[in-house]
């Protein structure tokens, strides 16, 4: 390629990523290779092995062309990325990518529209190692800077925010942060590098539940950090040192799942839009948190950064109480009652967001549901969410 070649587009990187012809051997899609024990010819050739270990078949435990595909795949979809790492569920993956960078008498700065099991991880290892956690403002931008004390080594970002959906400013958090040669780390799993490509945005390591959006089919658990050239090296060897894994079988069926990621997050993109859309002319309906709506906290600088919506998003109910919520929940038809999101299947969720805050107060109108729209016919999951405002407005 010459310079002047465009870069290529995300849906034909998807098709390539990962795919070394030493890895898949000329077979499509890289095979699913199951290992602990490697065996050497000799004592010789087990020490050259031992002097590179990461370049090379080694030990199972630092995995097998299956692993290294997938996370291969991962970091050439990440513009800026010098290499991922992969762990078995998004939470591992969060607590790795913090305690890679993090030590005791450190202050980390957390957003406080984060993913619950992130704040118990600060409250329950964190603090207990002598790592001190301040939660901000979603929408503090580049006000952050106001938070910063001589002890602060990290931010944590997740933006949209979630259950409440707040899109954060990154590029003007991740310049103050740059400026003072704080760490920035984001959970990007709601929109995914194809469209917030973090790292070009000024993130140091970016972080996905794959057990969303990448697997895609509900069937396997999953997580991945993804790291800048300064980065990498530190989370390697804090990732080698707690022994994560993940097992052959979950990586293929990452690697899967990934080759479609395109196509599934416009259908989720659109059927979510459309759903949302319906939602907000609905007079059982307070509000809708999406981040492509103008009424999203945040959303002109979703219009800005992101390439796309996908399909998570709540809604605040007028009024009503949680029995009102729970009829409307239990009989809909096409939406299962479940945690996690990201498959082809849509799900609906009763979430209670003002009682996670500390740093900000968050009010509603009434309770609060999230939904993940799938796959399905959007006219069909609208008809359905009908049924339901109206088990509601009967008042459970
Ligand atoms: C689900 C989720 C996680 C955790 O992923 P698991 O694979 O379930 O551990 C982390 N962050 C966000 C935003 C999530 O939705």
Request: glycine share 10%; with cysteine; aromatic share 8%.
């Given at each position: 390629?010459?310079d ?12 390539a990523?990962g795919?070394r012809?030493e ?14 024990t ?8 087990l ?13 199972g435990?630092r ?6 595909s997938?996370a ?10 010098a ?6 569920s ?6 790795m ?11 980390l700065l ?24 301040r939660?901000y403002?979603?929408?503090?931008g580049?006000a ?5 004390s001589?002890?602060?080594?990290a ?7 979630s259950?409440?959906f707040?899109?954060?400013?990154v ?20 929109a ?31 997580g ?6 300064g980065?990498?090296?530190?989370l390697?060897?804090t990732?080698?040192q ?11 069926l990452?690697s ?6 395109d196509v ?7 059927g ?34 992101f ?5 998570l ?21 096409h939406?299962?009652?479940g945690?996690?999101?990201g498959g082809?299947?849509?799900?609906a ?9 500390s740093a ?37």
């Amino acid at each position: 390629m010459t310079d002047d070649t465009p870069p290529l587009r995300p849906a034909t990187r998807i098709a390539a990523a990962g795919r070394r012809k030493e890895w898949t051997q000329g077979i499509v899609n890289t095979p699913v290779w199951r290992a602990s024990t490697i065996l050497f010819d000799s004592v010789a050739d087990l020490r050259r092995a031992s002097a590179s270990p990461n370049d090379r078949l080694y030990y199972g435990r630092r995995g097998t062309p299956t692993q290294w595909s997938l996370a291969d795949a991962l970091t050439e979809l990440e513009p800026g990325a010098a290499g991922t790492m992969l762990y078995p569920s998004g939470v591992a993956a969060i607590a790795m990518a913090l305690l890679s960078v993090l030590k005791p008498g450190d202050e980390l700065l957390m957003v406080d529209s984060a993913y619950e099991p992130t704040r118990a991880f600060c409250r329950n290892v964190l603090a207990p190692m002598g790592i001190t956690t301040r939660f901000y403002d979603p929408l503090a931008g580049g006000a952050i800077a106001d938070l910063f004390s001589d002890a602060t080594r990290a931010i944590f970002l997740e933006s949209p925010g979630s259950l409440t959906f707040e899109v954060q400013d990154v590029p003007a958090i991740c310049a103050a942060a740059n400026a003072r040669g704080i760490v920035t780390l984001l959970d990007n799993t709601w929109a995914t590098p194809l469209y917030f490509p973090a790292l070009a945005k000024g993130v140091d390591l970016t972080i996905l539940a794959c057990t969303k959006y990448i697997v895609g089919h509900s069937d396997a658990m999953l997580g991945s950090v993804t790291a800048t050239a300064g980065h990498f090296e530190a989370l390697r060897r804090t990732t080698h040192q707690f022994g994560q894994h993940v097992g052959p079988d979950d990586a293929a069926l990452a690697s899967r799942g990934l080759r479609t990621l395109d196509v599934r997050l416009r259908q989720h993109q659109a059927g979510a839009l459309e759903v949302a859309r319906w939602l907000e002319t609905h007079p059982g309906v307070a509000r809708v948190l999406h981040p492509a709506l103008p009424t999203c906290p945040g959303h002109a600088i979703w219009a800005r950064d992101f390439a796309g919506s996908t399909g998570l998003f709540a809604f605040v109910l007028q009024g009503g109480d949680d029995a009102a919520r729970a009829a409307l929940i239990d009989g809909l038809d096409h939406f299962g009652i479940g945690f996690s999101w990201g498959g082809f299947e849509s799900l609906a969720l009763p979430v209670d967001p003002a009682a996670i805050r500390s740093a900000t107060r968050w009010q509603a109108e009434g309770p609060v549901v999230r939904l993940h729209i799938g796959l399905e016919d959007p006219a069909d999951l609208i008809a359905d969410l009908k049924r339901g405002l109206d088990r509601f407005a009967a008042g459970g």
